[in-house]
């Protein structure tokens, strides 16, 4: 109904003056001023006194004028709700964040956003941290010019806390193993694992099929010894929470860096570990639907073997292995006299050293020096453990195409006799 014909029905007397006031919504006193309004001034007397008259809320022009030079000359790249926090942290301006919108749209410094699409309901949150963590890589130019890097982000689902986040030049399988080995060494090991279907996660024998699980990757093996699932996302819109964090984390990351004056990889790196992290994760971090967690403690030693690349070998004759293009020789061992035909595991770990292991014994250690080519040895006491004779390949000066396995070419006598011996027959 129409509040006049709410008034008429009052003034005739079909309902009192205090059902109307029930229908309308109203008081009772307000019901009355109305009523004194109407019989003197008539309808022109309902009109609201306010009208015509600025509001007590009105923010002050200079007030005005000072966000949107802040804007202009200070925050010109930052999202509408970044800059409502600086805003409130760095200026002390409290402003609804309605206002800072509208005032930035309606001076046509920040463009209204298009109508949403249809809806999704989203996928529920795991109830516990470290139930499910989501790892992912975002190429983008952090430094706001041409260089283009990776963040690699590790987050909880039930939470969104960012575990790590580091920028690489490169999403790969050590940047990644880095990655997983320090959330594990500082939260402890975790349930699931949820990815994109990247070559260093899973193999996929043909685009658009489901991936092999059974032909691991380097990745894939480490997360089976540590008995962590792997879950593959077939599209973007199934890592939804990772994908809407990486948009939070380009809206905000490059112009976090302008401001602190960071114009280089490990100085990012830096800021990210002792700084921005903590600011990230006390803004975004939501609490689990349960207490407690799923994390637990990391009880293997053997981290450092489980985090690397490894290739199998096959010893040669002069046991040595082919790797790199270039053959290593190994020394010979206490409990056996010679590796010649048996299958080594070659280790590359994270830091640049190379090991050779056959079973759990290490047949040979090389640091990151010597691996590089740096022609100097390391010699230890044989047996089970790193300290193994080693050669570096520069200092064996072999390689696969003029092989010298010593052994004789010409034929024996006794050879020569069996030779003659079927010719004559």
Not at 388 to 408: G, I, N
Request: hydrophobic share 35%; glycine share 6%.
């Amino acid at each position: 109904m129409k509040l006049q014909n709410v008034w008429l029905k009052a003034m005739a007397k079909k309902i009192t003056w205090w059902q109307a006031a029930e229908i309308i919504g109203v008081t009772d006193r307000t019901m009355r001023r109305w009523r004194e309004r109407l019989e003197e001034h008539g309808y022109d007397g309902l009109a609201d006194r306010r009208k015509g008259q600025p509001s007590f809320r009105r923010v002050p022009l200079a007030t005005c004028e000072e966000v949107l030079r802040l804007y202009q000359e200070q925050y010109f790249d930052l999202s509408m709700r970044h800059f409502h926090e600086k805003l409130q942290e760095e200026h002390a301006i409290k402003l609804s964040y309605t206002w800072v919108q509208q005032a930035l749209q309606g001076a046509g410094l920040v463009k209204r956003r298009s109508r949403r699409g249809p809806h999704r309901r989203r996928r529920e949150r795991r109830p516990l941290p470290g139930m499910l963590l989501h790892i992912d890589g975002s190429k983008h130019r952090w430094f706001q010019d041409e260089r283009w890097y990776d963040l690699l982000v590790i987050l909880d689902d039930a939470t969104s806390e960012i575990y790590y986040a580091q920028l690489v030049e490169e999403e790969s399988t050590r940047t990644v193993m880095a990655a997983l080995r320090e959330v594990i060494e500082s939260k402890g090991l975790f349930c699931a694992l949820y990815s994109d279907r990247g070559s260093h996660f899973f193999l996929t024998p043909k685009a658009g099929e489901p991936v092999d699980k059974q032909r691991l990757t380097q990745v894939g093996r480490a997360m089976k010894e540590l008995s962590i699932q792997m879950i593959p996302a077939y599209a973007p819109q199934a890592r939804g929470r990772s994908e809407r964090s990486f948009g939070t984390w380009q809206g905000r990351l490059p112009q976090e860096l302008r401001l602190a004056g960071m114009s280089t990889l490990a100085a990012a790196n830096l800021f990210l570990q002792e700084r921005y992290i903590a600011e990230f994760n006390q803004k975004f971090t939501v609490l689990a639907k349960e207490r407690g967690t799923a994390f637990r403690k990391a009880g293997r030693s053997d981290l450092d073997w489980i985090f690397s690349v490894q290739s199998e070998r096959v010893v040669a004759r002069d046991n040595t292995i082919a790797f790199r293009d270039q053959l290593w020789q190994l020394e010979k061992t206490r409990w056996r006299y010679s590796l010649a035909g048996c299958t080594v595991i070659v280790h590359e770990h994270l830091d640049g050293r190379i090991s050779v292991r056959y079973g759990p014994h290490v047949v040979a250690h090389w640091s990151q020096s010597e691996a590089s080519g740096t022609p100097k040895a390391r010699r230890g006491k044989d047996g089970t453990g790193e300290n193994q004779t080693a050669v570096s390949p520069s200092a064996l000066e072999l390689s696969p195409q003029s092989r010298d396995f010593h052994f004789p070419t010409a034929p024996t006598t006794r050879h020569k006799a069996k030779k003659e011996k079927r010719k004559a027959a």
